[in-house]
């Protein structure tokens, strides 16, 4: 996820500020810091979990909006016979999943029910099944597994009553600026 950056520049601060603090203090010396940190350790860890705290969650539409765009780039690599561009996509896309059901996953769009749960229930079948459609390097496989993932997104919206939010295959590539032809091979 994205907050990697953020918790590596809080974790330098703290060290940082930890340590000009104890030194300060006279306290920063080889011998009065634990050989394992524990302590330090500790307390680092309350305040990366602190500050991740103050981390708003992304909004889920934009979340969803990133689904879109790897759906359709999987479908215009598939289709090109891209396959190395489409597994990417589709990977891309598990890992966009799994970012949604750590960030939103209690999301009030689903509730009584966790968009934890049912997102993954719903479709991680069909994501796999996209997966080995591309191993084969099958594009009738890929096509129909491609369908079940649409079909797939599209009941997972059903649960969450937006089933007026209908994902089909592309008709025009929703941004044109990525080459879905694969290389030519010597």
């Not at 603090?21 to 350790?41: F, I, N, R, Y």
């Not at 690599?77 to 489409?86: F, I, K, M, S």
């Not at 996953?105 to 796999?128: C, F, H, T, W, Y």
């Not at 599209?154 to 209908?166: I, S």
Request: glycine share 6%; with cysteine.
């Amino acid at each position: 996820m994205k907050q990697r950056p953020l918790i590596g520049v809080a974790l330098g601060l703290c060290m940082a500020a930890g340590c000009s603090v104890a030194l300060l203090a006279g306290g920063c010396t080889p011998s009065t810091v634990s050989s394992d940190g524990s302590p330090e350790v500790t307390a680092l860890k309350a305040e990366i979990a602190r500050l991740e705290q103050r981390i708003p969650a992304p909004e889920l539409g934009q979340q969803m909006l990133e689904l879109q765009i790897r759906h359709d780039r999987l479908w215009w690599a598939g289709e090109a016979g891209n396959w190395n561009l489409a597994y990417y996509m589709v990977s891309e896309l598990g890992e966009a999943l799994r970012g949604i059901e750590a960030t939103n996953g209690n999301a009030p769009e689903l509730q009584p029910e966790k968009l934890s749960e049912v997102m993954p229930a719903i479709m991680d079948p069909a994501v796999r099944s996209v997966q080995e459609a591309l191993a084969k390097k099958d594009k009738a496989a890929f096509a129909s597994a491609y369908d079940r993932l649409s079909a797939s997104c599209n009941a997972c919206h059903a649960t969450a009553g937006v089933e007026f939010l209908h994902i089909q295959r592309p008709q025009t590539p929703l941004l044109d600026n990525l080459r879905y032809a694969p290389d030519a091979t010597p």
